[in-house]
T-cell receptor, first 116, second 115 residues
Framework: NAGVMQNPRHLVRRRGQEARLRCSPM?????VYWYRQLPEEGLKFMVY????????ESGMPKERFSAEFPKEGPSILRIQQVVRGDSAAYFC??????????????FGPGTRLLVL | AQKITQTQPGMFVQEKEAVTLDCTYD???????LFWYKQPSSGEMIFLIY??????QNATEGRYSLNFQKARKSANLVISASQLGDSAMYFC????????????FGTGTSLTVIP
């Protein structure tokens, strides 16, 4: 029973390049969340998606960042023209529903992005 | 204002002793849930325990228990009989009924278990 899968686990990019981070939710989960963890900080919510829909992107920077969760395939977090401040760990989480307050989100192992 | 505050950046505990990790929260929503996660050095986030705002009793899961003091808005994690494998970062998180989907995380506490 595979958990949330993220790849790559580590990604190095030069300033100005694009970063694409992938997340496959747990089997049977249709809700995906992306969080960013800066060094020495807790996780910060970025975006919540269901299949083919962005439900809440209130934590997403307005420029250079985008996310999608297509009908088929993994969810993608895309960062265009990366800058050094984008260096962080990016976590994906999934849940089967959002109906219950006690429903935990199941986290992937994260992608560590380093921008040189 | 911070939704979740963890004031202990680092804690040490002797193996087999109990340790309490502090967490206070701020919300005006009467319906909310509180979670604790463990993040070992490998980086993954592991769910430990949950407490609902309407729960009458403190949550327990094996060696983990939550000391929930609603009036003080605190939800401290107690780990009993510490083991070396408990050394990790611990994050307190909250989810509000009104905002629903996102979790608010604290800055974490680094726990080191000493043999």
């Amino acid at each position: 029973n595979a958990g949330v899968m993220q790849n790559p686990r580590h990604l190095v990019r030069r300033r100005g390049q694009e970063a694409r981070l992938r997340c496959s939710p747990m089997k049977g989960h249709s809700h995906v969340y992306w969080y960013r963890q800066l060094p020495e900080e807790g996780l910060k919510f970025m975006v919540y998606l269901q299949k083919e829909n962005i439900i809440d992107e209130s934590g997403m920077p307005k420029e250079r960042f985008s996310a999608e969760f297509p009908k088929e395939g993994p969810s993608i977090l895309r960062i265009q023209q990366v800058v050094r401040g984008d260096s962080a760990a990016y976590f994906c989480a999934s849940s089967p529903t959002t109906a219950s307050l006690q429903e935990t989100q199941y986290f992937g192992p994260g992608t560590r992005l380093l921008v040189l | 204002a911070q939704k979740i505050t963890q004031t202990q950046p680092g804690m040490f505990v002797q193996e087999k002793e109990a340790v309490t990790l502090d967490c206070t929260y701020d919300t005006s929503d009467p319906s909310y849930g509180l979670f604790w996660y463990k993040q070992p050095s490998s980086g993954e986030m592991i769910f430990l325990i949950y407490q609902g705002s309407y729960d009458q009793q403190n949550a327990t899961e094996g060696r983990y228990s939550l000391n929930f003091q609603k009036a003080r808005k605190s939800a401290n994690l107690v780990i009993s009989a510490s083991q070396l494998g408990d050394s990790a970062m611990y994050f307190c998180a909250m989810r509000e009924a009104n905002t629903g989907n996102q979790f608010y995380f604290g800055t974490g506490t680094s726990l080191t278990v000493i043999p």
